[in-house]
């Protein structure tokens, strides 16, 4: 029996470590952090809050993309997903639109709100839909398809450094219209300019065709499920295991101040190549830029929020004085506390973070990079959080007034503490960034400098739940046919 470890436990590494362990390979898998789940983890706090580090909105939960794997590894008896309403809301001085999930509801919706833009609206869907087809196509492609990759993968290649900024002004005039369908850029990538209009094909088709889902209790619970079906097959999953080293053959950890090193067949890294590469003590250097990060204010609220303030969005965008994505792309070079916000109410799921239902958790979220926080002091960076913290605020009340008087605590997470909690170069959580230069790649599972090494996570097939998990089952795929 193969003896596998992995280095990390974020979603790539749990999927493909349970999926190992199912078959029958002996799994070790090492993870630093106190708990499992890399970015999907939740925390405590006083009050009976179980705070959500991450997840608002996972897409593909009953898509192909992972249905296969989440039926293998018992998920759907063990973890319970909730839909919100709709897929998100935006709002601007002069706007305010509640996007369904469903495909055909947001057409008809958009169509019906931008009628001078049908004939554009149609062509866009019809590209998100085609665009992905030819990548389900592209996953599993044989040889003559590959020979005729012009052919077959026309649509890959025509949009392969397309900005999705580009092709919105190549497609519609409406400038309204253009700031809706980005409402949720922040969800993948920082400026609608730096992100390709394949990843964004992707991952909107996703939400439209499935809609986005929340994981009730948190998504720690989700990470929980997969170690847990790691042990059941026999498997170890040892937090507090900081990897220090990984040779051909073997890896070396420090746990509770002692230097462990055990033996290994198989070694999955979940993270980035340049960090792996620099344990295994091979040379290595990295072209490509990483993704921007996330500034998170989470918040608990001693009130239900949909009690005070009735249904209202999950999901908002709150975009004051942007009137296109030219505005919000020239927001991100402003200071944070400029830049526009999502706040995600968790009061209006069934979400179980909270044990009293009178209370309820909502998180602020704007986009940030760790550059605006590195050369700071202490003190400073204190500060620092401390103003954005009542700037954000401030903001918030003017969508929900008083929203003061009802919060219980409030903390702010930057992309320094990102970094902190789960090392990754520039705090960010979604690997490289999704630009149209860097997203478009064959997902590279297995290591070109040494033969028994593979990657998964979100520096494999970009951030978020469902290419992360995606990145684990190809490892597996590919360990299991090697
Ligand atoms: C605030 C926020 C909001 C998000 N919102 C969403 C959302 O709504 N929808 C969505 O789909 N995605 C969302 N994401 C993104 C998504 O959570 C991540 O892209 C995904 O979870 C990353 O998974 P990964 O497999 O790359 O592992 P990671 O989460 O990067 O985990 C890597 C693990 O490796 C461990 N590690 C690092 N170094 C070592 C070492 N030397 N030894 C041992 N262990 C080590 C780390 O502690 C960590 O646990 C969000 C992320 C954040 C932070």
């Known amino acids: 029996m193969k003896h596998v470890v992995v280095v990390g436990a974020g979603l790539g590494g749990l999927t493909a470590g349970a999926l190992l362990a199912k078959e029958g390979y002996s799994v070790t898998i090492l993870e630093q952090h106190t708990v499992v789940g ?20 996972m897409d593909a939960v009953y898509g192909d993309r992972v249905k296969e794997t989440f039926a293998s590894l018992g998920v759907y008896e063990h973890v319970t997903f909730v839909q919100p309403d709709a897929f998100y809301h935006i709002a601007t001085d002069e706007l305010a639109f509640t996007m369904p999930h469903d495909r055909e509801a947001a057409i008809e919706k958009l169509v019906l709100t931008f009628p001078h833009e049908k004939k554009a609206i149609l062509e866009y869907f019809g590209l998100l839909e085609t665009i992905t087809r030819e990548f ?20 890959i290649l025509k949009y392969r450094t397309t900005s999705t900024k580009t092709l919105m002004e190549r497609l519609f005039k409406d400038e309204t219209l253009k700031l809706i369908l980005n409402a949720n850029v922040g969800y993948y990538s920082d400026k609608v300019e730096n992100l390709s209009f394949l990843l964004h094909s992707l991952a909107q088709h996703s939400y439209y065709s499935g809609g986005g889902w929340y994981i009730k209790g948190g998504s720690q619970k989700f990470s929980d499920h997969l170690a847990s079906v ?36 198989i070694v999955i890294s979940n993270l980035a190549p340049a960090a792996t590469y620099a344990l295994a ?45 030219e505005a919000y792309d020239a927001m991100l070079d ?24 009178d209370k309820s958790f909502g998180v602020i979220l704007t986009t940030d990079f760790l550059v605006e926080w590195q050369d700071l002091s202490k003190e400073a960076y204190e500060q620092k959080k401390a103003m954005l913290l009542e700037r954000f605020l401030d903001k918030l ?41 860097q997203f478009f790649r064959i997902p590279q599972v297995k290591s070109k400098k040494r033969e028994n090494l593979y990657f998964v996570g979100a520096w494999v097939m970009g951030g978020g739940f469902s290419p992360t998990i995606m990145s684990g089952k190809i490892c597996y795929e590919q360990i299991c046919t090697t």
């Open 281 to 325: 003590d091979i040379p290595y250097h990295e072209k490509r830029q990483p993704a921007s990060s996330i500034l998170t204010i989470y918040i608990g609220f001693k009130h239900n929020l949909k009690t005070v303030y009735g249904e209202k969005p999950y999901a908002s965008f709150f975009f004051k004085g942007i009137h296109d994505i």
């Open 397 to 437: 009340e003017l969508e929900y007034p008083n929203i003061r008087e009802y919060i219980e605590f409030a903390e702010v997470a930057t992309a320094k503490t990102i970094q902190r909690y789960i090392k990754t170069p520039n705090g960010t959580a979604y690997g490289f960034a999704p630009t149209p230069e």
């Open 136 to 155: 389900e196509q592209l996953m599993t492609a044989s040889w003559w398809q590959y020979a005729m990759f012009p052919f077959v993968f026309r649509h």
């Open 334 to 357: 402003s200071a944070i506390e400029e830049r526009g916000f999502g706040f995600t109410d968790y009061s209006q799921i069934d979400s179980g973070l909270t044990s009293d239902p």
């Open 230 to 265: 790691v042990r059941q097959h026999g498997g170890e999953v040892i937090t507090k295991a900081t990897v220090t080293q990984i040779e051909a053959h073997a890896v070396t950890y420090m746990h509770k101040k002692q230097t462990i090193t055990i033996e290994s067949d």
């Open 38 to 57: 890399g970015c999907a983890t939740t925390f405590k706090r006083k009050g009976g809050y179980t705070c959500e580090v991450g997840l608002h909105e």
